[in-house]
């Protein structure tokens, strides 16, 4: 086996080197294999990461995998293991110093007020409580309380028009009993330990990484039933998403370039042709973006109670996805 990539690591604890280890990446034959290391004095104990031929399927493995192990306090004897920019640096510094200081100090009083806040309004606007606020927000509003706009426009996350919109309400809560924290709050960055810090970065991460395994994962679900000749309902099944969410999915693939026509045939034979081309027309007048206008244009404001929406909602993402295929191609050529 041929090795492509490897770096040590270090973890050490008041300065000592207490553990050592290697992260590798080889190539056999077509094969990826990429592996982690932990060295001691009388033996090595090495555990395969990844085995298979999709680099980009390793790649995933490999951050999250390196994120867990970072996280865990080890360091790299070269930076620059994760090939992309560094977090904790530049202008977004501050930011993520305020966010972990809010979850080393919380104020879970202050949080539970600002959590029952969101689910009025959220209720009251017929929003999901993550449009209104963020649970992250949240916990920053509750740790430094804001008592001003002006302060409150500090915290990352709340924008001029969520401020404007929702901050009248949010000082409202916070202006009760004393804060111990002033503003604005350059001082929260000399109170970190930076190498606690460093390893918090390396646990969001991780969170990262997961996900977007996970998500690859499913990708590629959908990828081989596909070429199997399924259509939606089984790739929902093997994959585990509901029907719109695999939609979803789908349309991701096909941003990607990948080719659905024949799925596509096959899911809509059943929409009569003029019903294709009344959406297909409501798209060229309407765009693309929202689904709803395009619904009532070809179907009307009142839909009867017995009309399957869901699936009219489906077809209108399937063919919204042939759509934006002719609208890239059409630019393409000219």
């Known amino acids: 086996m041929q090795i492509v990539f490897l770096n040590s690591m270090e973890k050490r604890e008041g300065g000592e080197l207490i553990q050592g280890a290697q992260?590798?990446?080889?190539?056999?034959?077509?094969?990826?294999?990429?592996?982690?290391?932990?060295?001691s004095s009388d033996e090595a104990g090495e555990i395969l990461w990844y085995e298979g031929e999709s680099w980009s399927e390793m790649l995933h493995v490999y951050r999250h995998r390196l994120?867990?192990?970072?996280?865990?306090?080890?360091?790299?004897?070269?930076?620059?293991?994760?090939?992309?920019?560094?977090?904790?640096?530049?202008?977004s510094a501050?930011?993520?110093?305020?966010?972990?200081?809010?979850?080393?100090?919380?104020n879970e009083a202050l949080f539970l007020e600002l959590s029952a806040w969101r689910r009025r309004r959220a209720a009251a606007e017929r929003k999901a409580p993550y449009l209104i606020a963020s649970n992250r927000l949240l916990r920053l509003i509750s740790v430094f309380q804001p008592r001003t706009r002006e302060e409150l426009m500090q915290l990352p996350g709340m924008g001029e028009a969520k401020s404007a919109e929702y901050g009248p309400e949010l000082l409202e809560l916070t202006q009760q009993g004393?804060?111990?924290?002033?503003?604005?709050?350059g001082w929260v960055e000399g109170t970190l330990d930076e190498e606690e810090f460093r390893s918090w970065l390396y646990k969001q991460k991780e969170v990262k990484y997961r996900v977007e395994m996970e998500r690859y994962g499913l990708r590629r679900v959908l990828l081989e039933s596909m070429a199997e000749?399924?259509?939606?309902?089984?790739?929902?099944?093997?994959?585990?998403?509901?029907?719109?969410?695999?939609?979803?999915?789908?349309?991701?693939?096909?941003?990607d370039g990948y080719d659905l026509d024949a799925l596509l045939m096959n899911e809509l034979h059943e929409l009569p042709e003029m019903e294709q081309a009344a959406i297909w027309q409501a798209y060229e007048e309407?765009?693309?973006?929202?689904?709803?206008?395009?619904?009532?244009?070809?179907?009307?404001?009142?839909?009867?109670?017995?009309?399957?929406?869901?699936k009219k909602y489906e077809?209108?993402?399937?063919?919204?996805?042939?759509?934006?295929?002719?609208?890239?191609s059409v630019q393409s050529a000219g």
């Open 94 to 106: 501050l930011a993520q110093k305020l966010v972990f200081y809010s979850e080393l100090h919380p």
């Open 23 to 39: 992260v590798w990446i080889g190539e056999e034959q077509g094969v990826w294999r990429m592996g982690w290391n932990e060295l």
């Open 67 to 91: 994120s867990v192990k970072l996280g865990e306090g080890f360091r790299p004897v070269i930076d620059g293991i994760f090939h992309e920019k560094e977090d904790g640096k530049g202008k």
């Open 315 to 328: 077809q209108l993402r399937l063919i919204r996805i042939r759509f934006r295929r002719h609208c890239s």
């Open 229 to 255: 000749g399924h259509g939606i309902e089984e790739m929902s099944r093997r994959s585990g998403l509901d029907r719109r969410e695999t939609v979803e999915l789908l349309e991701e693939l096909e941003k």
């Open 286 to 310: 309407l765009g693309d973006t929202f689904l709803k206008p395009v619904l009532q244009r070809v179907y009307g404001t009142d839909l009867p109670p017995e009309s399957n929406v869901e």
């Open 178 to 185: 004393e804060r111990p924290y002033s503003f604005p709050l």
